[in-house]
């Protein structure tokens, strides 16, 4: 008995070292995990703080400082997605506008193959195809609206104009408008 009386201290304290390291093992795994957090979480912010210090210096820039005042209107006139709702609307406003009735739509074809506007560095575009047909229509409206597709925000050009005169003596024309929109990762578009 003596010797159990002797013991239980013993027992007493391994008891408590195996409850407190049962409870101090998990603690200190989560004070490790978020002292791994916390790491990470310091190193972006010190990369956003460096990519803030950059944005900060271009924005003293002329040519960057134009360049982003004018993103809306270079948004429109080579938006990063074909948007082809904004082309029919275009064309839906302008058939209107010149009286020309109910636009009757369109065959678009979008390609994601790149072509270069400038050069082999500059501006990689895919294009947006399609063609419009006109029959009985003078000559003066199919003019009015080739002005209005090259004044138009949108960068659109005409590759062919078929005018021909119908079997009634009207004339049936069929234009062949490109169209663009830019590629901002050249890479993803190859993989697609």
Do not use: C
């Given at each position: 008995?003596?010797?159990?009386?002797?013991?239980?201290?013993?027992?007493?304290?391994?008891?408590?070292?195996?409850?407190?390291?049962?409870?101090?093992?998990?603690?200190?795994?989560?004070t490790i995990?978020?002292?791994?957090?916390?790491?990470?979480?310091n190193?972006?912010?010190r990369?956003?703080?460096?990519?803030?210090?950059?944005?900060?210096?271009?924005?003293?820039?002329?040519?960057?400082?134009?360049?982003?005042?004018?993103k809306?209107?270079?948004?429109?006139?080579?938006?990063?997605?074909?948007?082809?709702k904004?082309?029919?609307?275009?064309?839906?406003?302008?058939?209107?506008?010149?009286?020309?009735?109910?636009?009757?739509g369109?065959?678009?074809?979008?390609?994601?193959?790149?072509?270069?506007?400038i050069?082999?560095?500059?501006?990689?575009?895919?294009?947006i195809?399609?063609?419009?047909?006109?029959?009985?229509?003078?000559?003066s409206?199919?003019?009015?609206f080739?002005?209005?597709?090259?004044?138009?925000?949108?960068?659109?050009?005409?590759?062919?104009?078929n005018?021909n005169?119908?079997?009634?003596?009207?004339?049936?024309?069929?234009?062949?408008?490109?169209?663009?929109?830019l590629?901002?990762?050249?890479?993803e578009?190859?993989?697609?």
């Amino acid at each position: 008995m003596r010797f159990f009386i002797n013991l239980l201290p013993l027992i007493l304290i391994v008891i408590i070292l195996v409850v407190f390291i049962n409870q101090l093992i998990p603690e200190y795994k989560k004070t490790i995990e978020l002292a791994q957090k916390l790491n990470e979480l310091n190193n972006k912010e010190r990369d956003l703080n460096q990519l803030e210090n950059i944005v900060n210096q271009l924005k003293g820039e002329r040519a960057i400082s134009s360049l982003m005042a004018r993103k809306e209107t270079l948004e429109a006139w080579l938006p990063r997605e074909p948007k082809i709702k904004e082309i029919i609307f275009f064309f839906h406003t302008t058939y209107q506008e010149l009286g020309l009735g109910i636009f009757p739509g369109a065959n678009f074809n979008i390609e994601k193959k790149e072509k270069y506007l400038i050069n082999t560095n500059i501006l990689p575009v895919g294009t947006i195809n399609f063609s419009l047909s006109f029959e009985n229509v003078d000559l003066s409206k199919i003019q009015e609206f080739i002005s209005a597709i090259e004044k138009s925000t949108r960068f659109m050009k005409i590759n062919k104009l078929n005018l021909n005169l119908g079997e009634k003596g009207g004339l049936k024309s069929e234009i062949e408008v490109e169209s663009y929109y830019l590629i901002t990762s050249p890479k993803e578009e190859k993989n697609e």
